[in-house]
């Protein structure tokens, strides 16, 4: 049963962490000012102080309540998620699915261009209905105590609020990170229920477990993708190989010590991200602190993080065998900076590719480093399909 | 003779009221994580394991009387290259004791050595010939306990080695018997190719993860338990075995800051790794006491080191511990392979490079040899040097 929802953090978490926040006993850090052993100290410390002082959980917090949020339980699982209608003729429904150290409000700059173009220098005809969840264990999704639920089981569970739900029979989906596995499961298993699928990150399905295509399929203007794709498995995957196997363990700390969970977030921001190594020309203070303090206000670390165990240990398996394995019309965007990108030729033969685009300028967290390049191709790659 | 004799003073641990106030603090106020009602230490450290041991850490651990015990042993810093090395130096009591340095590893500390160290310095009062006794040195190493951390980048296992060289020959040591396991093994490793006419003998419960035979040449190829070996090492790794290693050498700074924040984050990262290699059968408290567990963690904790300490993983990776076709170690060694570690390796692919004079096959034990089987480690390094002594 949907209900309506406001995010409303009590009085006392706040304090408690602003008083975690100024008794951080800071680890020590030396000869690190390229990050190149993790998060910067002087920067972390500058951004927690800022965290304690100046940080304003409450204008953020009305921010978000001005959009329609909601919550239900779908098989066990509570989701929480924005509904925003559409304003147009025709409004077409649309799921956006966030990723990993992200959270819904990675998609709070595209919400509203996407539901109301015309207000933004866009067709009315655009339009889209606009539902962004929260994904199962992560932000106001919590608390999540049913074991499996891997990026199949989302998928399973984003048919039944879609249709079952909110009613709606046909439907569009996005995402990136987490949200393209997802979104590419709706466009595999459900192609008949998908009106089309628009993804920024482009894998095989069994990704996490299969592996991944050969590098001989990499075409013209592709020549740099498998070095770059190698750099980021031989040096920013541990996390999710520890994720993947002892997210718990993890979890300790980062539910315990608002600073350890910001320097874990904000490693993933910065080295992700097309920032050229500072953080804040993509990121504000107030956007990297928005999303950690949401981690932190619903204690979702753990959840989030046992997302990549449940990717492991829940294989994907194949709905059907038919090719393209992604029969669902196919749109994909890449962004050169982004840390892991397969070539078109590898994604021609795996999904039912329609649209192909590589921008040249932003990174991993698409939704808030170039919205506006993300809103207008989902609204040329849709506008075929209406 | 050096005119650079490092100055070597005096050494009395002491933690402030003001430390173990706070600490006490932050396990009153833990804020917990939640957990699935799933297989326990399936997802990593169980929750109620984990409530239990910090209930342990919180009410019954008596930090107190653990430094006591620690001062119990005569312990000292010597400056060298202008950092502290701490250590312990606890003389031999026998007709001529021979000078042992231990080396200690991760996630231990010189702890690991508290239980071995009078066993090894006096065996007439453990049942054992006084002829066997060793001055018995245990060094921390940089970033460890209360050695300093380091201050610039390259504190590898072969640096440490040249550091804890330095301390031996500070000591009027010159030649000596060195032991390690973990990175311990590393450090030992490495003191022993740079300096072999010193080292009399050296005695290894593990065989550096970095450490690669040589091949090719004339170097014979794998025997089918070699790469059975090599196999169940990928295994071990493929099941998050080795996790903790990759997040150590590539972003240790990144998870230091939960971990030198909260004790619980602390205490659950080390705890996960003594009980994933002790020999448990997952119960950690079988093979470890909570006392000595608690006693190393607080030493983290007060010495705010982990994340110095877990830095160690990332500076050796661009120095692994490999050998050119033909090259081998020359000092005379001494393994002990405890049947509880991940993998024990053939003796054919330890002899490929080390000249093993005596290999034991110990009854019981894991990765943490000193802490776990003190006294049958200490017999079997008192065997190993008899000859060489």
């Known amino acids: ?386 | 003779m050096s005119l650079e004799k490092p100055s070597i003073q005096p050494f009395t641990l002491h933690i402030e009221d003001s430390a173990i106030a706070d600490l006490h603090a932050r396990l009153e106020r833990t804020r917990w994580p939640d957990e699935l009602d799933a297989e326990p230490w399936s997802y990593g450290a169980s929750l109620d394991e984990m409530r239990r041991m910090m209930d342990y850490w919180r009410l019954k651990f008596d930090w107190r009387a653990a430094e006591s015990g620690i001062n119990a042993l005569a312990q000292y810093k010597a400056r060298i290259e202008n950092q502290d090395i701490h250590f312990i130096h606890e003389r031999g009591q026998g007709p001529k004791p021979f000078p042992l340095l231990l080396c200690h590893g991760w996630p231990g500390s010189f702890v690991e050595m508290l239980d071995i160290i009078p066993l090894l310095a006096d065996p007439a009062r453990h049942g054992g010939d006084p002829a066997d006794a060793f001055d018995v040195i245990v060094a921390s190493m940089p970033g460890y306990g209360f050695s300093d951390r380091p201050v610039a980048p390259g504190m590898t296992p072969k640096r440490i080695a040249e550091r804890f060289a330095g301390l031996m020959a500070a000591l009027g040591y010159g030649d000596y018997g060195v032991q390690g396991g973990d990175w311990g093994a590393s450090v030992a490793t490495w003191i022993a190719r740079q300096w072999p006419e010193r080292v009399r003998g050296l005695h290894l419960n593990w065989i550096p993860g970095s450490y690669q035979p040589p091949q090719g040449g004339k170097e014979p190829p794998f025997s089918e338990a070699e790469l059975a070996f090599q196999a169940a090492m990928a295994t071990a790794a493929a099941h998050g075995v080795s996790t903790h290693v990759g997040i150590h050498a590539s972003r240790p700074q990144t998870l230091g800051y939960g971990l030198n924040d909260s004790p619980v984050g602390l205490a659950a990262w080390l705890i996960d790794k003594f009980r994933m290699i002790a020999d448990c059968d997952g119960d950690i408290e079988s093979a470890i006491s909570l006392d000595r567990l608690f006693t190393n963690i607080s030493v983290y904790w007060f010495s705010e080191t982990i994340t110095s300490a877990i830095r160690l993983y990332r500076e050796a990776r661009h120095q692994p511990i490999t050998f050119a076709p033909g090259e081998r170690l020359v000092v005379p060694v001494g393994f002990a392979a405890f049947p509880g570690e991940v993998a024990v390796p053939p003796r054919e692919w330890v002899s490929r490079v080390y000249d093993i004079r005596r290999w034991t096959e110990m009854k019981r034990g894991g990765h943490f040899a000193a802490m776990e089987q003190p006294q049958a480690l200490a017999e079997d390094i008192r065997a190993f040097f008899r000859p060489l002594r």
């Open chain 1, 1 to 386: 049963m949907i209900e309506p929802f406001q995010i409303n953090i009590d009085e006392a978490v706040l304090a408690d962490l602003k008083a975690r926040l100024r008794q951080t006993r800071f680890a020590p850090d030396f000869a690190n000012t390229g990050w190149d052993y993790g998060t910067n100290g002087t920067y972390l410390r500058e951004l927690v102080s800022y965290w304690a002082e100046a940080y304003d959980w409450r204008k953020h917090e009305a921010e978000m309540n001005g959009f329609a949020h909601f919550r239900t339980v779908i098989d066990d699982v509570p989701i929480h998620f924005i509904h925003e209608r559409g304003r147009g003729p025709k409004p077409m429904p649309l799921i956006m699915t966030h990723g990993w150290p992200w959270t819904f409000w990675d998609l709070q700059k595209v919400i509203r261009p996407l539901t109301d173009p015309a207000s933004f220098g866009g067709d009315p005809a655009d339009a889209f209905d606009v539902v962004v969840p929260s994904l199962p264990g992560f932000g106001f999704s919590t608390p999540l105590a049913v074991p499996g639920v891997n990026f199949s089981r989302t998928a399973e569970l984003w048919m039944k609020l879609m249709q079952q739900e909110l009613g709606y029979r046909r439907f569009a989906a996005q995402g990136g990170d987490f949200g393209a596995f997802v979104t590419a499961q709706l466009g595999h298993k459900h192609a008949d229920s998908v009106l089309g699928i628009h993804i920024h990150l482009a894998g095989p399905l069994g990704m996490i477990t299969g592996g991944m295509p050969d590098d001989s399929m990499f075409g013209p203007g592709e020549e740099h993708w498998p070095a770059q794709n190698a750099l980021f498995f031989d040096q920013e995957s541990a996390y999710s190989r520890l994720q993947s196997t002892k997210p718990q363990t993890l979890a300790y700390g980062l539910n315990d010590s608002p600073a350890g969970l910001c320097a874990w977030l904000l490693e993933k921001r910065r080295r992700w991200s097309d920032c050229g190594g500072d953080v804040e020309t993509r990121f504000s203070k107030d956007d990297l602190l928005t999303s950690a303090t949401i981690y932190w206000v619903t204690e979702s670390f753990g959840t989030s993080a046992r997302f990549y165990a449940e990717a492991r240990r829940n294989p994907w398996t194949p709905a059907h065998d038919r090719k393209p394995v992604v029969q669902a019309p196919t749109a994909v965007l890449l962004f050169d900076k982004d840390i892991v990108k397969l070539p078109r030729r590898w994604a021609e033969g795996y999904y039912n590719l329609q649209r192909w685009n590589v921008a040249p300028v932003g990174g991993h967290f698409v939704p808030m480093e170039e919205p506006e390049i993300l809103v207008n191709d989902l609204r040329a790659f849709y506008r075929e399909l209406r």
